[in-house]
């Protein structure tokens, strides 16, 4: 059933009593980081980073104290609580439930992600993420979300979402009007959302329709444009971002679509927003848009000062701030309604999440049919490391190869060279090549970059040793090396028994 946004005619009473400072502290979520001092602002929302629970219990337990009107409590939510609540449940990423491709489990993860969320203090997650991964090079996307598939959206984001709300804590899907075909990273720059308007309506129109029609309490605009849909900015020459158009978010969003639920920024310190336009500018463009929430804005004295300028000037009206506040204290009063006390118990979540990873590690390609690989005490294996050596993940990794076998070397990154040395001399009956290469903002595309990709160059998997390529960050390596890797294993993330579970794929041990 569709989301409507209560209404509470007490809060037009205090809407219309408040400072402007009032009114623009409520319409705000700063990032409290290790800034303690933002703890003191009374703020509508306020957003954490991670911590242990412990911490964040205490913290958020100060920051509503002797609060009239508390805040709402909000953290990022992709894929579990774990990215954020440092002794949560950790599950291995959405696009690894998407591969499980269960609708109970996916529903599942959700309600253990917001149990978990709530047990500490947390009432909204901006998560999961929807969008649609049409360019497997998209720069931040990855394995964030379900894949290339909108069907695999709908079923397995929808049941995590659903999951989520069912138990207490509000999803925001993310990013509107959809990421995972854009070549640039909003982070940066606005990116460009390329698809022709029928076919975005039909693939991510359809997934925000569901999303909508089933409740979804709040939806995150990213600082992506839509071209085939909106207007050229008059102010800039350019397309807006989804965060500043009122064209997407009113009259698609709103109108078009029916969304009647909050509507929260993404970050306002990206590159694509505050490098669109001036900061200030930015944020009243949002609210008068149609947004109701901004994260991460930091409510000092010239962000009061600047935003006071716009509304004396006319660029945001006064009218439009106190709806936005107004609607703000609304959806507080709802999320802290929610009064259910379910619990789940550790052996149980993890019971969930190892499900996931089994189901989800994936053999993407096995050209020479070498899975299963037979590994013996007396098997010569190298362990292949290339890229970003991680200790914890690659250590362990060759631990567990040597649960197998009484003779593992360990190579990390030695150049195309050292591998080819390494191989060409047959001394060795299996590689096991550990790709590192995840999403991270700021890298351009999730792959190889510079000296570290040279490792696949000098031909040294096309010798008689048998090459298992295992990529755990990145599920579309073997796209770009579709001539060169002949057998690929994906994970989709990890969590710690992940390895456990890819090496008894490996040697055909998995049930």
């Given at each position: 059933?569709?989301?409507i946004?209560p209404e509470?005619?007490?809060?037009?009473?205090?809407v219309?009593?408040m400072?402007?400072e009032e009114?623009l502290?409520?319409v705000?979520?700063?990032?409290?980081?290790?800034d303690?001092?933002?703890?003191?602002?009374n703020?509508?929302?306020?957003?954490?980073?991670?911590?242990?629970?412990?911490?964040?219990?205490?913290?958020?337990?100060?920051v509503?104290?002797?609060r009239?009107?508390p805040?709402?409590i909000?953290?990022d939510v992709e894929?579990?609580?774990?990215?954020?609540?440092?002794?949560?449940?950790?599950f291995p990423s959405?696009?690894?439930?998407?591969?499980a491709?269960?609708e109970?489990?996916?529903?599942?993860m959700g309600?253990?992600?917001?149990i978990?969320?709530?047990?500490?203090g947390f009432?909204?997650?901006?998560?999961?993420?929807?969008d649609?991964?049409?360019n497997?090079?998209s720069?931040v996307?990855?394995?964030r979300?379900?894949?290339?598939?909108y069907?695999?959206?709908?079923?397995?984001a929808?049941?995590?979402?659903?999951?989520?709300?069912d138990y207490?804590?509000?999803a925001?899907?993310?990013?509107?009007?959809?990421?995972?075909?854009c070549?640039?990273d909003q982070?940066?720059?606005?990116?460009?959302?390329?698809?022709p308007?029928?076919e975005w309506?039909?693939t991510y129109g359809?997934?925000y329709r569901?999303?909508i029609?089933?409740?979804v309490?709040s939806?995150?605009?990213g600082?992506?444009?839509?071209?085939?849909?909106?207007?050229?900015?008059?102010?800039t020459g350019?397309y807006?971002?989804?965060?500043?158009?009122?064209?997407l978010?009113t009259?698609?969003l709103k109108?078009?679509?029916g969304?009647?639920g909050?509507?929260?920024?993404?970050?306002t310190?990206m590159?694509?927003?505050?490098g669109y336009?001036?900061y200030?500018?930015?944020c009243?463009?949002?609210?008068?848009a149609?947004?109701?929430?901004?994260?991460?804005?930091?409510p000092?004295?010239m962000?009061?000062?600047?935003?006071?300028?716009?509304?004396?000037n006319g660029?945001l009206k006064?009218?439009t701030?106190?709806?936005r506040a107004?609607?703000?204290?609304c959806f507080?009063?709802?999320?802290?309604?929610?009064?259910?006390?379910?619990?789940?118990?550790?052996e149980?979540a993890?019971?969930?999440?190892?499900?996931?990873v089994?189901?989800s590690?994936?053999?993407?390609?096995?050209?020479k049919?070498?899975i299963?690989?037979?590994?013996?005490?007396h098997?010569?294996?190298?362990?292949?490391i290339?890229?970003?050596?991680?200790?914890v993940?690659?250590?362990?990794?060759?631990?567990?190869i040597?649960k197998?076998?009484?003779y593992v070397?360990?190579l990390s990154?030695?150049?195309p060279?050292?591998?080819?040395a390494?191989?060409?001399n047959?001394?060795?009956?299996?590689?096991?090549?550990t790709i590192?290469?995840g999403?991270?903002?700021?890298?351009?595309v999730?792959?190889?970059?510079g000296?570290?990709?040279?490792?696949?160059?000098?031909?040294?998997?096309r010798?008689?040793?048998?090459?298992?390529f295992?990529v755990?960050?990145h599920?579309y390596?073997?796209?770009?090396?579709?001539a060169?890797?002949?057998?690929?294993?994906?994970?989709?993330?990890?969590t710690?028994?992940?390895?456990?579970f890819?090496?008894k794929k490996?040697?055909g041990n998995?049930?």
């Amino acid at each position: 059933m569709k989301y409507i946004l209560p209404e509470y005619e007490e809060y037009k009473t205090i809407v219309n009593k408040m400072s402007v400072e009032e009114l623009l502290r409520t319409v705000i979520c700063p990032n409290i980081g290790n800034d303690k001092t933002v703890l003191h602002n009374n703020t509508g929302s306020v957003f954490f980073h991670g911590e242990k629970s412990d911490v964040l219990k205490k913290r958020i337990e100060y920051v509503n104290k002797n609060r009239e009107l508390p805040a709402i409590i909000a953290t990022d939510v992709e894929g579990g609580a774990a990215g954020i609540i440092q002794d949560a449940t950790h599950f291995p990423s959405m696009m690894a439930c998407a591969k499980a491709d269960s609708e109970e489990l996916a529903y599942e993860m959700g309600k253990i992600s917001a149990i978990e969320s709530r047990r500490v203090g947390f009432e909204w997650g901006f998560g999961p993420d929807i969008d649609i991964l049409g360019n497997y090079e998209s720069p931040v996307t990855s394995n964030r979300c379900c894949g290339p598939d909108y069907k695999q959206d709908i079923k397995i984001a929808g049941a995590v979402m659903r999951g989520m709300q069912d138990y207490g804590l509000a999803a925001a899907v993310k990013h509107f009007p959809g990421d995972g075909y854009c070549r640039y990273d909003q982070h940066l720059t606005v990116a460009e959302n390329p698809l022709p308007f029928d076919e975005w309506m039909n693939t991510y129109g359809e997934v925000y329709r569901y999303m909508i029609d089933n409740g979804v309490k709040s939806i995150m605009p990213g600082h992506i444009s839509l071209p085939s849909y909106d207007d050229i900015d008059e102010e800039t020459g350019l397309y807006p971002p989804g965060t500043m158009s009122k064209k997407l978010l009113t009259e698609l969003l709103k109108n078009t679509l029916g969304f009647e639920g909050i509507i929260v920024s993404d970050g306002t310190t990206m590159g694509g927003f505050c490098g669109y336009l001036n900061y200030y500018k930015a944020c009243g463009r949002f609210l008068e848009a149609g947004g109701d929430c901004l994260i991460f804005v930091q409510p000092d004295d010239m962000f009061y000062s600047e935003m006071k300028k716009l509304i004396d000037n006319g660029y945001l009206k006064i009218e439009t701030l106190k709806n936005r506040a107004y609607r703000m204290l609304c959806f507080a009063k709802d999320l802290k309604s929610f009064k259910d006390e379910s619990e789940v118990t550790s052996e149980y979540a993890k019971k969930i999440s190892d499900e996931i990873v089994k189901r989800s590690i994936d053999v993407v390609r096995d050209r020479k049919n070498i899975i299963p690989f037979n590994i013996e005490k007396h098997s010569r294996i190298l362990h292949l490391i290339i890229g970003n050596y991680s200790s914890v993940y690659d250590d362990k990794m060759t631990d567990e190869i040597k649960k197998y076998s009484d003779y593992v070397d360990v190579l990390s990154d030695p150049g195309p060279d050292g591998a080819l040395a390494a191989v060409k001399n047959g001394k060795y009956d299996l590689v096991i090549c550990t790709i590192n290469a995840g999403a991270a903002y700021g890298t351009n595309v999730v792959r190889l970059h510079g000296p570290v990709a040279r490792n696949m160059m000098s031909g040294w998997m096309r010798y008689d040793t048998p090459v298992i390529f295992v990529v755990k960050g990145h599920g579309y390596f073997h796209k770009e090396y579709y001539a060169i890797a002949d057998t690929v294993i994906n994970t989709y993330g990890t969590t710690d028994v992940t390895i456990g579970f890819l090496m008894k794929k490996i040697t055909g041990n998995l049930d």
